[in-house]
């Protein structure tokens, strides 16, 4: 699903949906087609490739939804999106790289360009972090978790329930044998006293 602007009939900005998947899984190879182009301006291959970058949120969410109804395609696919993501990082850290080599060009047309790359990197890394958490959170399960502590834990636990009682009781008994001295000895009389 690619989200464009156009317009509707009464004027009013809504978004288009394109919901052709060969349409998104043609994105790759564009962005491969024009990193190789030697002839095409850098300022206009990096724009154009960033442009092609912005819609890989969409593929990629494609592909993980026919990736979670089809279990033999998940096999297949499990690094394909990763290796797609770690190749248009590539290809970004490149153009930059010669972006910035390159003192012919327009240095603000260089700049936006520049930062253009940047904002599609840091939403390509935002989109792997999504991801990597959502493939996480599934295997993660809080009460497995905290009953394997308990197990862990239980001689330790025993052993403090044990002591507090133990003291307890040894508080009670003090607290008993004191109130019922005459005048507040208690317990054994030492040897040779009267």
């Excluded at 724009?47 to 279990?71: F, G, T």
């Excluded at 603000?108 to 493939?135: D, G, P, Q």
Aim: aromatic share 2%.
């Amino acid at each position: 699903m690619t989200m464009g602007k156009g317009r509707s009939r009464n004027g009013q900005d809504k978004p288009q949906v394109t919901k052709d998947l060969f349409l998104n899984q043609r994105i790759p190879e564009q962005i491969a087609e024009l990193h190789a182009d030697p002839d095409l301006d850098p300022i206009r291959k990096a724009h154009a490739i960033a442009q092609l970058a912005a819609n890989l949120p969409v593929l990629v969410e494609q592909l993980d939804k026919k990736r979670a109804a089809d279990q033999d395609l998940a096999v297949r696919t499990a690094g394909a999106i990763d290796k797609l993501l770690s190749y248009v990082h590539e290809v970004f850290a490149e153009l930059v790289e010669a972006l910035r080599a390159n003192p012919d060009l327009d240095p603000i047309k260089k700049a936006r360009a520049i930062a253009r790359l940047a904002s599609e990197e840091l939403r390509l890394r935002a989109l792997n972090l999504r991801r990597r958490a959502t493939e996480a959170l599934p295997k993660f399960d809080l009460v497995a978790v905290l009953e394997e502590a308990m197990k862990k834990n239980q001689p330790k636990i025993e052993r403090l329930k044990a002591a507090a009682l133990l003291a307890s009781e040894s508080e009670e008994a003090r607290a008993e044998t004191s109130a019922d001295a005459p005048d507040g000895l208690s317990g054994n009389p030492s040897p040779g006293a009267t």
